[in-house]
């Protein structure tokens, strides 16, 4: 079966690859937020370490682009379901959100709300 354009199949080693790279991504900030939180480092607000946060913010972003384009298994049938449309519904009525809430970068909105200024941004 043709996939539609842009559509990734969740059994891509490609994929699997990239979610990978997503869970490396996840431990950074598991380490990396309860530092800077806590402790906050004069290193953590490097120039470095900010673009380096913030590159991992957009890769989360593309991330939910990635995982609303790929197929997913009907759990009653058994079968792949390759179209766009259903399977963004079916994102959306499961994670979406909290993948949307946990990507939106709401320290740098806070300081841009507040007219604060970051250094680096």
């Known amino acids: ?48 370490i900010v673009a380096i946060n913030a590159l991992i913010d ?21 079968e792949e379901i390759v179209q766009p449309k259903e399977i963004f519904k079916n994102y959306a009525q499961s994670r979406l959100w909290i993948d949307i809430c946990s990507t939106v970068p709401f320290d740098l909105l806070i300081l841009w709300m507040t007219g604060k200024q970051n250094k680096y941004f």
């Open 1 to 48: 079966m043709k996939l539609p354009k842009y559509v990734w199949r969740s059994t891509d080693p490609r994929k699997t690859k990239w979610d990978l790279f997503v869970m490396v991504l996840a431990t950074w900030n598991c380490f990396t937020i309860p530092l800077a939180v806590s402790f906050k480092p004069p290193a953590m607000e490097s120039g470095g």
């Open 58 to 78: 957009i890769c989360f972003f593309i991330d939910i682009l990635v995982t609303s384009r790929t197929t997913i298994i009907n759990n009653k049938t058994e």
